[in-house]
Structures are given as C-alpha cells and as structure tokens.
C-alpha cells in the first residue's frame, strides 16, 4: 500500500512527460487528480494505523535489494512519518490547485512536480539509510529543476546555489550513513535494526564523528544558522508552488533526519552533544526572527521566518538529549512539540508562499514598500494573508501554538536557559504585523489600483491549509494521538 | 439523574457559549459582502443567547475538560468568580452591540465579527482551568484586539496603535508561556489552582510570569501606555475592551491566582504596590489629558490599579466588586464619548462644552458615571474601593495613603469632565468636526445601553455593602471581609466631595485650563503617559530594529558571502588543478610521448632492408655481448 502511495505520482509523471501531444488544460487536471488520488490512498493508510510497539514500524513492506551490503527496500510508517507524509500529500495537491492557472509548460511541471511529490513520500516512508539518502538526493535534483525552469529573478543562480550547497550536504550525510554501517554489527543499512541496536555507544569519538557529519548534512537541508543562506535567494526566486513545496515538504527532511536517524541511532553521541543543538536552536530562533526583521522583501522574510520556526524544532529535539535536565515525561513534551512543529510549519508556511506568490503575479514584485492599501482592492487576499499570519506567529488557536508551547514547555523545564529563545515569537509577531501594516493597511501605491483580488483556485489551494492549520489547532489530539506514542519512544531511545 | 441531566445542560451551555460566538464571528468575518446586511441583528441575537447561556452557567456552575496536549487538558470551569465575570462581560458584550447598530455604519460583518470572536475569547480566559485553556482565550483575546483597534484601516495610525497594543501585552504574555514551563518543571501540573505546589526556584517562576502577563494586559506600570494607543479604535470597542474585558481580565487572572501571588511570598505585595502606585500615576495621567478618551483610558488603568492592588493584599471581595462595578461606570462613559464623538467629530474635551445639555439623556447617564468615578456616595466605586482600601490599610498604611491619594486625583479627573460637559456650549475652546464629520445625532439605540449603564455604575456598590457584601464573600468562598468604618467610608465621601469641590473652582477661576501660559515638566510628563512609550522605543524598539538591520546585513555580506567566498574557493582550487594538470601531468605525459616518439625515428633509421647492415649490426651486438659476459665474470 506504501507502495503504491509513494509511486503513483512517479507512474503518472512518466506518463505526463511521455505524453507529448497532450493539451495543457488536460495535464493541469490531471496532476491534481493524481494528487487528490494520492491523499485519499494516505487517507486509507491513516485510517488503518495502528500504532506499532516502539521501535517497529506499521504498513511495513520489506523486499531484498542490495544484499551484499544487507540494504533493502523497506518502508513503513510511525508517528513521525505518517503526519509528514499526509503533510506532503496535503502541500502537494494544494500546489496542484494553485498551478491550474500556469501557463508556462504545465505538462512538464505537472511531471516534475509528481516525481518530486515521489521522492517526499519515499524518504518520509524509507527504513533503510541507501534508500533514505537516494530520495534525498533525488529531492534535490528535482527542485533545482523547479527553481531553475520556473523561477524569476536569477532562478539559474538560486537554483545553482541551492543544489551545491544541499547536495555537499547529503555528502556528509551518505559519509555519516557509511560510518554507521561500518561501525554496525553486523554490517546493515536498515533503520529499524540500526535504532534497535544503536553502534558506536561506547566510542565517543567515534559516535561524535558519525553524528557531526550526519548532522551538518541535515543542518543544512533544514536549514539552521549558519547554513541557512542558500534558503532566500532559493525562495525568493522559485516559483510559488515551488516555494511552497520547498518550505513545506523540503525542509522537513533535515529535521525528520534528526528524530528518525540522529536520536535513535546515536543516542550516546546525541545525549553528549545536545547541548550544542540546543544553542544551535536559540541561535537559530533569535537570528531567523531579527533578520527576518530586518528584511524589506516580504518573500525573503518569510523564507527567514522558516529559519526561526525550524529553530524551534532543533530546539525540542535538542533538550530530548539533556537527560540530566528533565524527565522522560518533559523531554517527551519537547519532543512532540517539535514534531508537530514539522506539521505547523508545513500547512502555514506553504500557505504563507502561496500567498506571497499572488503579489509577483499581480505585481511584479515582492517588496513591501512598493504596495500599500491592498486590503481595499483585495479584500479575500488580505483576510487569508492575516489568517496565515496571525497562525505563522504562534496564535493559540493554530496548530502553531500546539507546537512552540510544548516546545517551549519541555524545553524550558529541561534546560531552563533555553527561556532566551522565547523572544522569538515576540520578533515573529513584530515583523508580521508590519507586513500587514505595510503591504494591505494605509494609501493606496502604484500598485494598488487594479490589483486583482484572489481568483477561485488561489482560495482553493491557500484556504485547506489555513483551514488544517485552525483544526488542529482546536482540535489537536487527532495529531497528537499518533505522533506522541512515536515520541515517547524517541525519547527513551535517546535515554539508553 | 437530575443531576445528570444537570451537568449535561450545564456543560453544553458552556461549550456552546465559547462555540456559539466563535462560530458566529467567525462566519460573519470570512461572510465578505453578502453578510453586511444581517450582521448586527445576528451579532445582538447571537450575544443575547449567549446572555442566556452566561446565566445558565452561572447557576449551573459546570465544569468541563478535554485532552488538549499531554499532561495539559483543556480545562473550563465556572465558579462563583468567573460566573460573575462571565455574565459582565456577555452584558456589557450586548449593551456594546446594540449600541453599535447605532454607531458603526461600514463593514459591519467585519466589526461585529471580530466582537464575537473577542468575547468568546474572554469567556475562555474567565472559566480557564488550565494554563493552556487561559493562553488560547488569552492571546486571542489580544489578536481580536489588535484587529478592533485597528478596524479602520485605511489609517495606518490606527492600525499601528493595534500594534502597539498587540505587542506590548505579548511581550507580557512571554510570562505565561514561562509560567507554564515551571508548572512542568516545577511538577505542579498545569492547572491554574494548582500551580502554588510548583517547587523550588520554580513557585518564583510561575508566579513572576502569570504576574507580568496579567500587569501586561491590565495595562499597569510599566505597560500601561499600550492602552493609549488602544484609544485609535471605534468608541465601542474602546467601551468594551477596556472596560469590562480585555484589561479587566489583566484584574481577573491576579485576582484567580491569588494563592499563587501568596505562595511566593513577594509577589503579592510587589503586586500590591504596582497596582497603587499606578492607580497615583496614571490618575495624575487621566487629569493631564485632553482627550476625553486618552483621559478615560488613563482612567482605567489608574482603577485597574485597585483591583491589582486588592489582589496583592487578598481583598479578593472587593477587588470583584470594584471590577464589575468599573466595568459598567467605564463602560457607560466610553460609550457616551463615543456618542459625543460621532455627532461633534471630536472628543478633545476643549470642544466638548455643554454637551449633556445638547443631549440630556447621554448627559445624565454620564455624569452618574463621572460622580460613580469620583467616587461619590453612595455611587457604586465609593464603596468598591473603599472595600479594597480597608484591606490595604490592614496591611500597610502607606498602601492606603497612596490609594487614597489615587483616589482623590479620580475626583479630579471625574471632576474636570463634569465641569466641561455642563458649562454652556458657548465657553467651548476648539471648533467640532475636527477628526470626524460629525452628524449632530445621537440615535435613541444608542441611548438606551447608557441608562442601563447608568443604573449599574449607581447600584453596583452594594456588592461591596453589607448585607450583599457578606453573601458575595460566602459565594466566593472568602471569610466576611472587614467593612470600612463610618471614618473610612464617610471620610472618602467627603474627600471626594471636597476635590470636585476644588475642581469645579479651579476651572471657573482659570477661563482657559486646557492653555495654561507654558506646560510645566510635570505636566507634560503626565500628558505624554510618563514618556513609557517614548522609553520603550528608545530602549526596546529602536535597538531592536537597528540589530535586526545588522543582522540582516551580517547575513548577507558576512555569512553569505562567506559560503560563496567558499565556492569561489573551490573554483579557484578547480582551475589551478586545471593548469597543473594541463601544464604539468598532461605536459609530463606529452613530453614522455614526444620522447618515445623520437627514440622510435632513431630506431626506424637503422632498418634500412640491406642485409649486410643488418649482419654488421649482429656482429656488433654479439661483440657487445662477448665484452659484458667477461667484465661480468
């Protein structure tokens, strides 16, 4: 069944790209089929979890595929997959909705966009490192087409500097990968047999070598201070749906690495230098939201708000390793926070993008100076744009808030300085209300006049997100439900 | 089984009180044009149900708990404090709305909206349990706030005093989320009556951060200049949120962690003395003003005052009395400024000579308000403070003489609006029409919310009288608190008497008050709101945005430029490889093979196709052969 929900998108972008003749209303259409078919098979998987004992995996498949090196093909599902992958059917057949109004080369977009939407879901689901790091790998690959084929501004330099920086990355991923199969006994690739029997406990230096390289390989892809600055520009010049996805889905991956590889596998190694995570987290919330701040751009802001907001899941994760500070209960808080932060971040921020991309397509442009007064002409794009900010900003109320006060909690009760970071959301909150103060509040700029209100499908593509974002922001527990349990076993791993 | 039956009706009453104008707000807000029409009517029905509701659960008293994050339920629950609070705030919710119809005539699905959407926000914050609960109707409650002040926001003056407010009670609001980290840490568990178990170092924490988010949101030193800005929004939001809601729930929350506030030990006297001394200095504010509704706003700060004061010192009794009793009087005077304000265009009070004249109705229900605030007997606030000062004094007399003090500068204030609105129009000093065409209308809608109003801030001061004062004490579950004698109740009475006395002279001894020859330093510390916006720019604001700027800078001319810098590196390592392999392997292998090609023409040259060549050069190598074999042997 994972199967089949990781390549469907795959089976329908081959069939896209080899379908020349094919009329572009037709390809638009069916992109967001496939995807609509996609989220109602992630639907059926969600409908069927039962949460697995610790450290298994539910809907798991296993067939043998590079056994000279014990790596298979092995994918499954827990709780700290599963919202990802439904996080990633969701942004994607949002993207879908969104991009029905493209008109540059929608066949070959809607292809590229399906393989893409493949390799998300098959990293989200992999259990084996070869498996993980060739999704990884091929993620890259496919948004720097995206940026590079779509994009505005400098996208060949964007998308250039994006692939390099995040492809030397995954490097010093595949180089930590390799280091944990050596040092496993006996020799294997799987995740659930490498986190069942962690290598490298008692080597200290060996174990600190092994998670230094996964973890700049993941810091990057995340991205945390100081390897975020591939993130604006790759931002600013992709397109919206690209932008989203990115933000969305992209980012994930760096900090799903770090509960599904780093903590599990590396327990000791991970336990002795978590305090140099939580610094890492502080850092990156304080100095995402202050240069978030001082930002005049509104697309580049918001790619700097997604350093702070990933600031705060390195920070959950972190203080899971502090076991002097907290106990397992508090550490555990920590912990579910930050991955629900993943989910949060996800639905607002990819809404955020789509939304920002209305102000190029209308305009030309994303610097705040140049608009004013929006609200008058576009009533729907600054009600939906004060929603996803008032949510990007932590208001409880929004699946936000679930996440940063868990965060906060845990955090704060295990390492009690972790309490500089909490600014952050006070920054956060300054520079969206500024943009909203600037961009749709006051006279009217050259811009204004005849600037068109959200079309149909833009509401349909932002407003689902908003709308997960509020339900399970009331509502948390059908979230929590599954991913807490996940990481309560997380964090005892980490305990070992 | 009645009870069961009981506490279902009750427990749905309460959830469809928060549900009921969530829903309703909500849909009014996203409705677009189509809900213009209705609005107000389903905004009025909906909070007359809700009037209904309020009432259902303050008899039933239910209590209801979902799972919200682990280890934190979401908590509501209704006791005697919040039942009160509870149906003030729906009441005062109604008597605003129907005001409204009258007095807000563009985007009213908007407005009204964004009302419903507060109050079901403040019903949370009143029946919290839990400190999650708290923080969602809490921060809500400010974001709802934020888009009220900012209502017309065409203006951006407006909007950015919505801003103002927004992020100065947030920067307060850090508290909570503090608190609740030392709830965990401190293993008292997240409900609100529990957090006085919390241990250690950790009580310090909980109490220090519930007690700066509530200082925040009361608007009391040294957050208090938030609530001037606040003034930017309509007259009925003004009416609303900073009377009855929004910074009288700042009052609440302390008066509900009361225990906590004690626990600590310091908390409740720095509580205590924040609060008198900001009912002294925003008092000496109020009567700076010119403003009619900066005065007021002063003025809520400097009552606000007593009921932080009369948590700090467990005058849980009177500091409700107070509460609800300042809700109504400054509910009703926001209320008639907005009236004013709309028929003159203007509220500065040099223009608004013999206005309860022009309209006596408006007129007679402020003055009951302005007398309620001077503190009047037997007028309601005569009694509520008096009920919390009794109990300062039991503590310190110096808490008292400051909160008597406060209390003489409200006679003043209270006093200068009453001369200004009864003089003869003719003594006015600035033209109408200065912020607003006004339309030289009061709609009789409009009238009637005063006069209830008005009733309450008359009658209210029997909550803090014998014999109701001693049934409010029973329900709130507090031993018969001390009543002031006949020195302090009779005394106060005459002080307030004396000052409007004063007032009333001073203004008619001085033809032109409000221009005096040059301000004093004094004064205009007073007027600017003791400079604390002003401060917080300079020390707050400002830095902050100079080193996001060098931040932003740094990032791009520092860290990126260093990672390009690397790049440029590798590149340059690249093309030096290059020339290294071109100009020296690839050079070396050429060379090597230009070598081997020459020694091949040597060799070519000896194959000549003689056969005596070849027999000489045998010959030769067999002689090479025979010399080697010798010297070798």
Known sequence: ?496 | MIDAVRDVTGTTALWLLVTLPAAVGALLCLGGRGAERGAAPVAVATTAIGAVLAVDVAILRPAVSAPFVAGAPFGLAVDTLSAITVCLVVGVTLLVLVFSTGAIASERARFHGLMLLFLAAVVVTASATTLPALLLGWEVMGATSYALIGFSWRDRQRVAGGATAFLTTRAADLGLYAAAAAAVAGASGMALDRLPAASGAWLHVAAAGVLVAALGKAAQLPFSFWLSRAMEGPSPVSALLHSAAMVAMGGYLLLRVGPLLEASGWAAPAAAWIGALTALLLGAVALAQRDLKQLLAASTSAQLGFVVLAAGVSALTGGTAHLVAHAATKALLFLAAGAWLGALGTKALPALSGVARRWPVVGVAATVGALALAGVAPLSLWATKDAVLVVALEHSAALYVVGLAATALAAAYAGKILVVVWRSSAEAEEPLDTEEAGTRRVHRVQQAPLVVLAAGAAVLGVLALPPVVELLAHALGQPPPPTGGPWELGGSAVLALVVLGLVRWAMRARPAPFHPAPPRAATRWATSWLGLEAATHAVVVRPALALSQWLARLDDRVLDRAVTGVARGALAVGRGAARVDVGGVDAAVERLAGGVRRLGGYVRRLQTGELHHYYLGAVAVLAACVVLLVLVR
């Open chain 1, 1 to 496: 069944m994972l199967s089949i929900v990781v390549f469907l998108p795959l089976a329908a972008a081959v069939v896209l790209a080899a379908a020349r003749g094919l009329p572009d209303a037709v390809a638009r259409w069916a992109w967001v089929a496939v995807a609509a078919v996609d989220l109602a098979l992630v639907g059926v998987v969600w409908a069927g979890y039962r949460t697995p004992p610790p450290g298994a995996l539910a809907w798991s498949e296993q067939v043998p595929w590079i056994p000279g090196v014990n790596s298979s093909y092995h994918v499954g599902v827990d709780g700290l997959s599963l919202p990802l992958v439904a996080l990633t059917a969701v942004v994607f057949l949002a993207c879908a909705v969104y991009a029905l109004r493209e008109e540059r080369r929608p066949r070959a977009q809607a292809a590229l966009f399906l393989f893409l939407q493949t390799t998300c879901l098959g990293l989200f689901v992999a259990a084996d490192l070869i498996l993980f790091f060739l999704f990884f790998d091929l993620s890259i690959v496919a948004m720097y087409f995206v940026i590079g084929g779509w994009g505005h501004g400098d996208p060949a330099r964007s998308a250039l500097k994006f692939f390099l920086y995040t492809f030397l990355g995954s490097l010093a991923l595949l180089a930590g990968f390799i280091g944990l199969y050596v040092a496993a006994s006996p020799h294997t690739f799987d995740m659930v047999a490498l986190a069942a029997a962690p290598p490298l406990t008692g080597a200290p230096v060996g174990g600190g070598l092994v998670l230094a390289a996964v973890l700049v390989g993941l810091a990057v892809k995340t991205p945390t201070v100081p390897f975020h600055t591939w993130l604006p520009p790759a931002h600013t010049d992709a397109p919206a749906v690209g932008s989203a996805v990115l933000a969305g889905v992209l980012l994930k991956m760096g900090t799903y690495g770090f509960v599904r590889i780093a903590m599990p596998m590396l327990p000791a190694a991970w336990r002795a230098w978590a305090w140099v995570i939580v610094v890492v987290g502080v850092v990156s919330v304080l100095y995402g939201a202050f240069v978030a701040l001082g930002q005049t751009d509104l697309k580049r802001m918001i790619a700097y708000t997604s350093v702070n907001h990933m600031g705060y899941v390195v920070l959950g994760v972190g203080a899971a390793g502090l076991v002097a500070g907290a106990d397992a209960a508090t550490r555990q808080v920590a912990v579910t926070g930050a991955v629900t932060q993943m989910v949060a971040h996800g639905l607002i921020t990819g809404a955020l993008f789509l939304l920002v991309g209305v102000l190029r397509d209308r305009a030309g442009t994303y610097d705040m100076a140049s608009f004013g007064g929006l609200a008058r002409p576009a009533p729907r794009f600054a009600t939906l744009f004060a929603v996803a900010a008032f949510a990007s900003l932590g208001l409880p109320g929004f699946v936000g808030f679930v996440a940063e006060f868990q965060v906060f909690v845990g955090t704060i009760a295990a390492v009690p300085a972790a309490a500089l970071a909490l600014p952050g959301i006070l920054v956060t909150a300054a520079l969206f209300l500024r943009a909203l103060q600037s961009v749709f509040t006051g006279p009217a700029e050259a811009t204004t006049e005849g600037f068109g209100d959200l079309r149909r499908v833009e509401v349909w593509s932002v407003a689902p997100l908003l709308g997960l974002a509020l339900l399970f922001g009331v509502l948390p527990r059908p979230l929590l439900d599954v991913i807490e349990p996940a990481a309560q076993a997380v964090t005892s791993m980490v305990g070992r």
